[in-house]
């Protein structure tokens, strides 16, 4: 049986947690000689968001940086490695949320921005509204600058190989295969308090291998896959998006804080054990107003890191201590 998950850390300055991607990650396998690399994607993201926070720089910024990071690592999946849908296309989603005012962004269904989570921010920052999908979202994504790059630029063999493996087990009518790194369905995240304490979230996705053209998870829902309140937490969410979506699952969190005076970590797992028992697989990184953390999750593993103000990053897969970065 897995052992609790250590969740309580910070309470002081900064801090800064990570996950990208929860699910069945195998010990052995391919997946081992990858492990380091996941540990020095999530250490590089951490050490961008670190650098805005010491330097007295804002919450908002820290997630915004630490997720752009993973996007740019093609191991996860989002950004440059997204996974394809079912129609071999590929429909990236990203949200950010502010703590102090409730401001939010996200986008749905895109391909184009190299960095979705920028768009998720330019939406927040220079329109008038909360969400903007497909053709639309790209258009306002050109008019307001969001860097773009070309279809080839997010494409890799392993995850085309991944697709039609998905689409061979349908024609089969074979049960789900278990993928070794969890990354077909995985997601990027990271949240944050600053040393004003102002809290922020951020969240991004490719969503999952073969997915129905169209479909939306949690990453680019306010409340189910992203929240802040610098009242109560911050939250960025990984797993089964349909079932973060029906249950609010972030802002479910939140609310168990203000209205329950749940601490964080006791909400938190709570809602992931609770998901769990409906058959929702996943995990959250979480922060509160003090600057404790959570970081549970309910699956074999999940790709998380944290850094407080004035310590070592650390990182973990499974349920070993965390690695601390030289």
């Given amino acids: 049986m897995r052992q609790p998950e250590l969740n309580k ?16 990650i195998r010990k052995e396998g391919a997946n081992r000689s990858s492990m ?6 999530l250490r590089r993201a951490l050490a961008a968001g670190r650098q805005i926070l010491a330097d007295g720089g804002g919450a908002l910024d820290a997630v915004t940086e630490a997720v752009a990071a993973l996007e740019d690592d093609p191991l996860f999946n989002a950004g440059r490695g997204s996974v394809f849908s079912a129609t071999g296309k590929h429909e990236m989603d990203a949200s950010v949320m502010a703590g102090a005012d409730h401001r939010a962004g996200a986008v749905a269904g895109i391909l184009g921005p190299r960095n979705p989570v920028l768009a998720a921010r330019a939406v927040m920052e220079q329109s008038m509204h909360v969400l903007l999908i497909g053709e639309g979202a790209l258009a306002f994504c050109r008019e307001h600058g969001v860097t773009c790059a070309e279809p080839s630029y997010f494409y890799s063999e392993k995850r085309w190989q991944e697709l039609q493996t998905e689409l061979d087990r349908r024609r089969r009518g074979n049960p789900a295969t278990v993928v070794d790194d969890c990354t077909d369905r995985g997601t990027v995240g990271a949240v944050a308090r600053d040393r ?21 998870g949690d990453s680019a829902i306010i409340g189910a896959g992203s929240y802040a309140d610098n009242a109560t937490c911050a939250v960025s969410a990984t797993g089964h998006g349909e079932f973060f979506i029906r249950y609010g699952a972030a802002f479910e969190i939140a609310a168990r804080l203000r209205y329950a005076g749940q601490s964080l970590q006791q909400a938190a797992r709570e809602v992931i ?36 103000d004035g310590s070592a990053i650390h ?9 601390v970065a030289s």
């Avoid at 004003?196 to 939306?216: D, H, I």
């Avoid at 979480?286 to 959570?294: C, E, F, P, Q, Y």
């Avoid at 990182?315 to 690695?323: F, G, K, R, V």
């Fill in 315 to 323: 990182t973990a897969i499974y349920d070993e201590p965390y690695q």
């Fill in 9 to 24: 850390f910070g309470g002081r300055g900064f801090a800064l947690a990570v996950h990208g991607g929860a699910g069945p």
């Fill in 273 to 308: 054990d609770s998901l769990a028992g409906i058959g929702g697989s996943g995990g959250v990184v979480a922060v509160d107003r003090s600057g404790i953390l959570a970081l549970p999750f309910n699956t074999a593993g999940m790709y998380r890191g944290f850094v407080l």
């Fill in 196 to 216: 004003c304490g102002n809290l922020a979230a951020a969240t991004s996705t490719g969503g999952m291998t073969g997915k129905a053209a169209g479909r939306v």
């Fill in 36 to 41: 380091a690399s996941h540990h020095e994607g």
